[in-house]
């Protein structure tokens, strides 16, 4: 422990994170704490990092106020039917309101947004879609980052968070390594944002052995976001909202842009509609839901999951008349060009020309992530002028522990925010991280070095383990003393598959399947006391496991807690066939002790800001 050396990092605002959000928010940061000292602690390079890494072809959230397209309220109409009902909708209110911002300054910054030839607006893909040339939007919004921030460390995988020890419940600071130069880095800040995007490999990949890396989600999204806040006690919401999407067979291609602008459709593998069929069936589930427009996204799952049970799949996606036109043939291809080239790359393989073949869609196993169709993430703060007392603290974006704000994926409540909306709330996060930090005054926070010195010996010990014990063995990488990320992380897979409601149970669970998993789950974690590095790599897969772990574990509660299948499609408990309002028209809030690892859950009260009145589709 004593070669490694330590830097030691000193700052008012601390970023963890340097995607859309963590790139929001310094950004933001600068410009309310001019004289602020702002550092970002990013685990790749903030250039290319994060689930924007490759680039997008659209901007998924944006209202166009500037032609009376949409309303900040039409948003939150929409994102509540969408998520069944159940959204934070001053969370989503106060991100609507500010997100064409961030789309204008994307664009001044050098971002090609397509226009309308006709109207000179920004080209709908959708209703709340716009069309850009995004291959390169993260070095876009990275630029602006760095030309904020006093320091951004990249490489640094931030593993715990630090505690004040001054004063009970708020935040210090963060520790992590440094991926390639293995120095431990302490970072003692007086408000810390948490921008650690979602997570992906949660669940069993439908990709597995060689095509392992592919996910729609970024395969490096590690539950950081949920795990760190988790570890130090803050309270977390809606983590059994899991996400499961339709996308192109094994190249995990997203379909937005096909069914919204290129208006391709899907069919059996009898060349029939189905959704149709299953209205019925849907309907007993859960009631006039499912009449809402546009259907909800987990009901478009449900009626594809069903009907490839009922054995006419594969579901295809009749791309074979759109392809037609040159025009929308360019781009189709161009959308996975610049944002998810594997698609591309596997058609080709595959000899599919989606021009005279229509591609087979598939649903993904689920994700955890709190900014698509879904709304997983901490229990947070929101806008003092519109929230009502049971989700105001002080602070927007304040989780509840004092001085430690969240962003983008790491948000509870809030979905459908994308990219942009990310962005938007990591700017929303700084500036009330800022407004923390002056009312902080003189009061200083207080981390002692014994704190940070325990913390790292926690965090090299897997490569302890693996020196120790890799004498034990000759050959081969099954150890009697050690477990390597990757078998851990098949390990997590398996159970969250098999007992938590994964792809090889069609989505299902019950409250007898969860709580084997639960306790699957709690000999993984004291397994994992045992994981073994053998480099600095390894080391940060390990630190990716630990926390996508205690993520799953937050996830397994949530889902035993709510008894209903509130998303079909989503997932299902068995036990709970029905969506129930009477009972469950409400938020799920977690806390786990960080003392003894034993998890209280609490419903909380929703309530609805903006009224029913317009069609929010
Ligand atoms: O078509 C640590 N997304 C889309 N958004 C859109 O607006 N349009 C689209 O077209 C979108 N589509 C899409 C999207 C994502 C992906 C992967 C695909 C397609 C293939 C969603 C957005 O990308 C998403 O909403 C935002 O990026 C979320 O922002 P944020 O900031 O919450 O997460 P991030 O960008 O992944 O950044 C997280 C950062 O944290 C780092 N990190 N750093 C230090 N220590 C740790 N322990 C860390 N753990 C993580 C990461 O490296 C990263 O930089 S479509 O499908 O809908
Ligand atoms: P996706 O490509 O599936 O990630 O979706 C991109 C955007 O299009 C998101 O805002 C989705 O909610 C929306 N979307 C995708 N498919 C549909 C659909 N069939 N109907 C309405 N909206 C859709």
Redesign the pocket.
Known sequence: MGKIKTVWEDCDILV???????TGAAYEARYWGRDMKIVC????N?DR????A?G??????YMGMQWDENQPEDHVRYARNDLMGLVREDLAFDMARHVDSAVHKFEEWGLPIMRNEKTGYYQREGKW?IMIHGESYKPIVAEAARKSADKIYNR????HLLMDESKENRVGGAV?FNCRTGAFHVFRAKAVIV????ASHIFKPRSVGEGMGRT???P???G??YA?PIAVGAKMTQMENRIV?TRFKDG?G?V??YFLHLKTYTQNTYGEEYESKWYDHTKAMVGEYIDHTPTPTCLRNHAFIEEVKAGRGPIHMVTMEAFQDPHLEEVGWENFLG??IGQAVVWASQDIDPKYENPELTTSEPYV?G??ATCSGAWVSGPEDISPPEYFWGYNRMLTVDGLFG????VGGTAH????G?FTE?RIAAKAAVKYVLDLGEEKIEVNKKQCEELKEIIYKPLENYTVGRNEITAGTVSPSYLLPIQGLQRLEKIMDEYVGGISVNYMTNGNMLKRGIELLGTLQEDLEHIGAEDLHQLMRA?ELK?RTITSECVAQHTLFREETRWPGYYYRGDHMKLDDDNWHCLTVSRRDPKTGEWTMEKAPLYHIVDEKEDAN
Not at 16 to 22: E, K, N, R, S, V
Not at 417 to 420: G, T, Y
């Open positions: 963890i994170g340097g995607g859309m959000a963590g602690a990013e685990k790749a903030i990092s994060g689930a924007v490759q997008l072809y659209a901007i998924n959230c879609q640094i995988m931030v593993t992590g921008a650690a995007g979602g729609w989600y970024a490096w999204s590690s950081s976001a760190l999407l995990y997203p937005g842009a944002m998810t992530m900014s698509h962003a983008g994926d790491t925010k994308f990219s942009s990310s990591g630190w926390h």
